[in-house]
């Protein structure tokens, strides 16, 4: 079947036809049946003005961010003087800016951690089982942050730097200013779906020859047994935070990119 | 710089500054309409209180006498794929009690269903602790990702949600399976659980000392653990320390054993832990 590239004042698709035959500049023929009813012929869809994207408003994939150290625990506060119990766990956070996106509302993101895509409370550094340190990645309507949390024994867990990345994609409301179909290779450029697609933001898309590649996970990434963690980073390695000691397959990833 | 699009051979392109920027031969990601999405404001992650046990900590310092009264946190594992089971007692087992953690089921939570042909969840959190554990002796259990904002775990649905020395909670928004062709379900899975620290000593890995009589030290063996069967003496896999119930002198008021005219007393308070706010999950389709 023919791929096909239909725009109307209501709509926009570029499809595989559907079975049937017809007129192809009616909608209503049953080849165009992807273009009247998407969600029923899913899998025909190559774009459709009715679905959303992941277009890229905003991107840096080298973000270097320093953690501080975070102090040993020392004290020791149960048992009286005789028979002490020492406490030997302390944590640290730190909220540090990634980017500034400025767009007003809370976006959609993903965030990079030395090229590989995060999952969120991703370890980001790593001296032992008791001493690691995660990140979990946050939007504001302004910006894209990182709130750290390090963890460690009664001894110091070290500074370290850590490259980050971010992709801030809009949410992508068709704009009425737009036209429905707009193909030049300057001005406006190329517009699908009044603004659904737009050329100069390339959005996530899976991988062909040349990409560069990111991983996201379809599937669970963390499993908790015996007070412990284990997380699967998106190369497939994985860390165990305390006293772990139990299993979790890998999780499968697809790989995606966004032409950035 | 090259700016063009393409169309040739069943195949559509669309460059931008020398860079691929659409192409159907890439298939993008894409999010089905928002009459598909699951929504919920008033979405609420809840961990229950980990079952518990005592220890007592009676001493004899030169002021006078002392003492401490803990809750201790046993061996245990909760989840949606655990069934119920009780670990052994000890000194004496209670009836269909094995080795191993305690455990307890945690079911599976319905979020919604989306599209049958869904292979990619769109997932964001915006969550808050609105029921806090009280401190246990590593202090109140640390939160793993930023409260009150939003945070994306479209990555695996896995999130990482509290840590405290050998404890561990974790939630996990999974895209469920259903017969070819009808909608699919999306739960939330929680799980939770305590190291196992394997001895029989008292807590600090001490000798259990018979302080109702005439020794000074811990002891956690002789204490109803609390369950939801019931309780019996106190589990084997003892004694990582929960929270300070009571604590007393040192003075000369009494001897502070647990039979004594002065001892520590106090009863279990919950460890429950409640996130609430708002999920976004928008599903859609890759690999297409």
């Not at chain 1, 766990?89 to 500034?100: G, I, K, V, W, Y």
């Not at chain 2, 007692?89 to 305690?102: A, C, E, K, L, V």
Request: proline share 7%.
């Amino acid at each position: 079947m023919s791929v096909r590239l239909y725009a109307d004042e209501f709509r926009c698709a570029i499809y595989e036809e559907a079975p049937g035959g017809g007129d192809p500049i009616d909608p209503t023929s049953l080849m165009n049946r992807p273009v009247m009813s998407p969600m029923s012929w899913l899998a025909n869809l190559r774009f459709h003005s009715d679905l959303d994207y992941y277009g890229v408003a905003a991107f840096n994939l080298s973000i270097p961010i320093a953690h501080s150290a975070v102090a040993g625990a020392t004290v020791a506060n149960a048992g009286g003087i005789s028979n002490p119990i020492y406490y030997q766990f302390n944590s640290a956070t730190q909220d540090q800016l990634l980017l500034t996106h400025n767009l007003g509302y809370v976006p959609k993101f993903y965030a990079v951690v030395d090229g590989k895509m995060a999952p969120n409370s991703v370890p980001v550094q790593y001296e032992s089982v008791n001493k690691i340190r995660f990140a979990s990645v946050y939007a504001t309507t302004t910006e894209i942050r990182v709130q750290s949390f390090g963890f460690t024994d009664n001894t110091n867990l070290s500074a370290t730097t850590v490259t980050y990345g971010v992709m801030v994609f809009r949410t992508p409301n068709a704009v009425p200013a737009f036209p429905m179909l707009n193909i030049e290779a300057s001005g406006l450029g190329v517009i699908f779906g009044q603004g659904k697609f737009v050329g100069s933001q390339p959005h996530l898309r899976v991988v062909g020859p040349g990409d560069t590649n990111f991983a996201v996970a379809t599937n669970r990434t963390v499993a908790i047994r015996n007070g412990g963690f284990r997380t699967y980073l998106p190369n497939g390695t994985y860390f165990d935070y305390g006293s772990f000691n139990g299993s979790l397959a890998a999780p499968t990833f697809r790989f995606i990119t966004a032409g950035v | 710089m090259v700016n063009a699009f393409y169309a040739q051979n069943d195949q559509f392109q669309v460059i931008q500054n020398d860079d691929i920027s659409f192409d159907t031969e890439r298939p993008s990601i894409e999010l089905f309409p928002p009459s598909t999405h699951i929504i919920n404001n008033s979405f609420t992650v809840d961990f229950p209180s980990f079952f518990q046990s005592y220890a007592y900590y009676r001493g004899n310092p030169s002021g006078g006498t002392e003492c401490e009264l803990w809750s201790i946190v046993f061996w245990q594992e909760w989840g949606p794929d655990e069934v119920y089971k009780n670990e052994e007692y000890y000194p004496q087992n209670i009836p269909g009690s094995i080795p191993g953690p305690t455990t307890r089921n945690l079911p599976r939570i319905l979020l919604g269903t989306v599209p049958a042909e869904t292979n990619h969840l769109d997932i964001r959190v915006k969550l808050t602790r609105t029921v806090t554990p009280p401190a246990w002796f590593y202090g109140v259990p640390r939160v793993m990702f930023k409260q009150g904002e939003e945070i994306n775990i479209s990555s695996g649905g896995s999130c990482p949600v509290e840590t405290c020395g050998g404890s561990a909670r974790s939630f996990n928004i999974a895209l469920g399976t259903a017969a070819v062709g009808q909608p699919k379900p999306v739960y939330l899975e929680r799980y939770q659980s305590v190291q196992n620290y394997d001895t029989l000593n008292a807590p600090g890995n001490y000798s259990q000392a018979a302080i109702t009589t005439n020794q000074s030290g811990w002891n956690s063996a002789r204490y109803l653990a609390q369950n939801d069967a019931g309780g019996n003496c106190a589990p084997k896999t003892l004694w990582m320390l929960g929270t300070l119930l009571d604590k007393k002198g040192p003075d000369n008021d009494g001897t502070k054993r647990p039979n004594g005219t002065n001892p520590c007393t106090g009863t279990l308070k919950s460890l429950q832990s409640v996130f609430t706010g708002s999920i976004i999950i928008a599903p859609g389709r890759a690999d297409n």
